[in-house]
């Protein structure tokens, strides 16, 4: 008697084949468990058993409510006293690019302000967006500036796509990281739809400070790093 390959087994190797062929790549989302049952004529329980074994293997992971992903390798960022974005990515053999969700003028809150030595009643530039490597969302940010300091930092930044080329530009040629904190958080509603995780994943925020080599701040930051696919490296650089 031939023995029969399991179905489960058979919808396993299929999809296994399309992963080394490239049909998915790192972080995409897989059909749902409806869709999968569909295409190969069986009913969910089959397509849950398939996919547990590609989960068991590492190839796929579950975000519970949102879908099951292929397996993306950690991209490792350095956080040290010169932390430069484009620069890190680049290093680590990734392909950077920033998103712009928003650019706003607006009057400094108390926390600006003291972030940022301003007085009562300045102004700063809120850049808001998407933190990309290799077309995959990684992080999302806000970085605010003092204003009167960089009356064309808004067009800058989107010319540039870049906070160091634009804040060259505005004649900080050089700048430094004075502090960082970094607390473990739950991505809310927002963060999980820009980071295409679920809501209640673990996000990394780091709130940081940069300054000119006099020790000025020109930057007051906060990011929020898709825990499972960035690893956050402490260096003195």
């Given at each position: ?35 999968l049952a569909g295409k190969y004529g069986v009913n969910r329980h089959t397509v849950r058993h ?15 409510g949102a879908g099951v992903f292929v397996t993306t390798t950690p991209t490792h960022y350095a ?159």
């Amino acid at each position: 008697m031939i023995k029969r390959t399991p179905i489960w087994r058979a919808i396993a190797d299929a999809l296994r084949l399309d992963l080394a062929n490239g049909h998915y790549h790192p972080g995409d989302k897989l059909p749902t468990e409806a869709q999968l049952a569909g295409k190969y004529g069986v009913n969910r329980h089959t397509v849950r058993h398939a996919l547990k074994s590609l989960i068991d293997e590492g190839l796929i992971f579950a975000r519970r409510g949102a879908g099951v992903f292929v397996t993306t390798t950690p991209t490792h960022y350095a956080l040290g006293r010169r932390v430069r974005y484009h620069q890190n990515l680049r290093a680590a053999g990734h392909s950077p690019a920033k998103k712009i969700l928003s650019l706003e003028a607006r009057a400094a809150n108390p926390a600006e302000r003291d972030a940022l030595a301003l007085p009562d009643g300045a102004h700063v530039l809120v850049y808001e967006g998407l933190s990309l490597s290799d077309d995959q969302p990684i992080a999302l940010f806000r970085s605010v500036f003092p204003a009167d300091r960089f009356p064309t930092l808004r067009d800058d930044l989107v010319e540039t796509q870049s906070v160091t080329a634009a804040l060259e530009r505005g004649g900080v040629t050089d700048y430094t990281r004075a502090s960082t904190q970094i607390t473990a958080k739950l991505a809310n509603a927002t963060q999980a739809l820009h980071l295409r995780i679920a809501e209640g994943a673990p996000v990394l925020r780091t709130v940081g400070i940069n300054v000119d080599p006099k020790g000025q701040p020109v930057e007051f930051g906060h990011s929020w790093f898709a825990g499972d696919k960035v690893t956050l490296t402490l260096s003195d650089d």
